[in-house]
Structure formats: structure tokens, C-alpha cells
T-cell receptor, first 118, second 111 residues
Framework: GAVVSQHPSWVICKSGTSVKIECRSL??????MFWYRQFPKKSLMLMAT?????????EQGVEKDKFLINHASLTLSTLTVTSAHPEDSSFYIC??????????????FGPGTRLTVL | DAKTTQPPSMDCAEGRAANLPCNHS???????VYWYRQIHSQGPQYIIH???NNETNEMASLIITEDRKSSTLILPHATLRDTAVYYC????????????FGKGMKLTVNP
């Protein structure tokens, strides 16, 4: 149980294009999903928190117009990197958690998406 | 900032128990201790969590000191596949729900 998938697992795109990454909770309904970014040999950095049916909450320094997050259902959240540039190349990881009775349960992570912008 | 400190690295022989320490001296009463691990180029994997009692599951055991200022993750019989970066994280249950990842500890299991 508690499986989270991401698609695609890797993507290469040209500078200036937009890339959409999907995060799905396969066997549970995730009220809350999180998006992280990880640069080589660095730790995970939280980018934003998304709650189903509401606007995402972005961490300080993360451009909301550049990293569009949609959490339209209890099993799917998407991250769109708009007008991608080489500095956006990174490993993007999502996690999903079930909120019950106002308490957020354990976060389960997807396998990650490696984005390379040429 | 991460509220835990871990040694940067540790080696362990295959088949032996791996004891991974973590200090969280400023932990609050409502904060849980979570352990995740990340194998190279994969997403983090949940291992175990606890509040104050020792916990055990199919992957590992978590020993939390009585004053809750430190804990030890125990992998009872380490295998080569346990080589990973291990993260010890404290998190409020029911609060902002954020997981703040520190640098973690690289465990290398040697044959």
C-alpha cells in the first residue's frame, strides 16, 4: 500500500518550453501533496504544498507563476514548469499524504522526475 | 532549518546490525521522529516513525531515548541494498505537516 507514482520519470526539453509532471497516489486518496526539488548532491527542498481543490501554498523564493501546481482530484497533482530554462534542470519529487480528522498522515514519495532543460 | 543532527556517513558490514544515530535535542512534546531513506536517484522511502515509545516494523526498529533528545534507527541485518542516505526528521503531527530534510547520513553497507 501507499504507492505514489510520477510521470514522466525523466524528460528533456528545450529552453523556453513548458513541462508538466504528474503525481498520482495509486492506492489511497491524498488530501495533501507536496512538491520538492533536489539538486545534485543536495538535500530535498520543499517547493510547495497543494491541497485538493484549493490553491497551492508556495515556499519562500519559489515563483508561483513559474511552477504551476494543480491538485484537481484526491489522487492527482500536477506540476508545470513554465518557460523552462537550464537552471530549472533538477530532480523533482512529489509526496502524498492523507489528512484524517485534521491530522496529516505519513508522507509517501514518488520515484521522482529528472528534468533536463537544454 | 533541520532540527536534527546526524553524522555525515557510516559504514556497516553486510549481515550485521546497522545502528544509525540522530540527535534532536530541541524536539517538542508534540513532534514525532520520522526516518526516511533515499537510494541514489530515487524518491525517499518511508521507514518508520515514533513519538516516545520504541517502534518496530518489517524494515527497522526505532529506539527513542526517554528524554526524547535522541534516537537510533536499527537495521537488524544490513544488506547491500540498504546503502542509501538516511534522513532523521522531526515533524509535528497535525501542524504544518512540512518535512524539512537535512543533509542526512550516508550509510554504506560493505560486502
Amino acid at each position: 500500500g501507499a504507492v505514489v507514482s510520477q510521470h514522466p520519470s525523466w524528460v528533456i526539453c528545450k529552453s523556453g518550453t513548458s513541462v508538466k509532471i504528474e503525481c498520482r497516489s495509486l492506492d489511497f486518496q491524498a488530501t495533501t501533496m507536496f512538491w520538492y526539488r533536489q539538486f545534485p548532491k543536495k538535500s530535498l527542498m520543499l517547493m510547495a504544498t497543494s491541497n485538493e481543490g484549493s490553491k497551492a501554498t508556495y515556499e519562500q523564493g519559489v515563483e508561483k507563476d513559474k511552477f504551476l501546481i494543480n491538485h484537481a482530484s484526491l489522487t492527482l497533482s500536477t506540476l508545470t514548469v513554465t518557460s523552462a530554462h537550464p537552471e530549472d534542470s533538477s530532480f523533482y519529487i512529489c509526496s502524498a499524504a492523507l489528512v484524517t480528522g485534521g491530522f496529516t498522515g505519513t508522507q509517501y514519495f514518488g520515484p521522482g522526475t529528472r528534468l533536463t532543460v537544454l | 532549518d533541520a532540527k536534527t543532527t546526524q553524522p555525515p556517513s557510516m559504514d556497516c558490514a553486510e549481515g550485521r546490525a546497522a545502528n544509525l544515530p540522530c540527535n534532536h535535542s530541541t524536539i517538542s512534546g508534540n513532534e514525532y521522529v520520522y526516518w526516511y531513506r533515499q537510494i541514489h536517484s530515487q524518491g525517499p522511502q518511508y521507514i518508520i516513525h515514533g513519538l516516545k515509545n520504541n517502534e518496530t516494523n518489517e524494515m527497522a526498529s526505532l529506539i527513542i531515548t526517554e528524554d526524547r533528545k535522541s534516537s537510533t534507527l536499527i537495521l537488524p541485518h544490513a544488506t547491500l541494498r540498504d546503502t542509501a542516505v538516511y534522513y532523521c526528521i522531526v515533524r509535528v503531527q497535525g501542524g504544518s505537516e512540512k518535512l524539512v530534510f537535512g543533509k542526512g547520513m550516508k550509510l554504506t553497507v560493505n560486502p
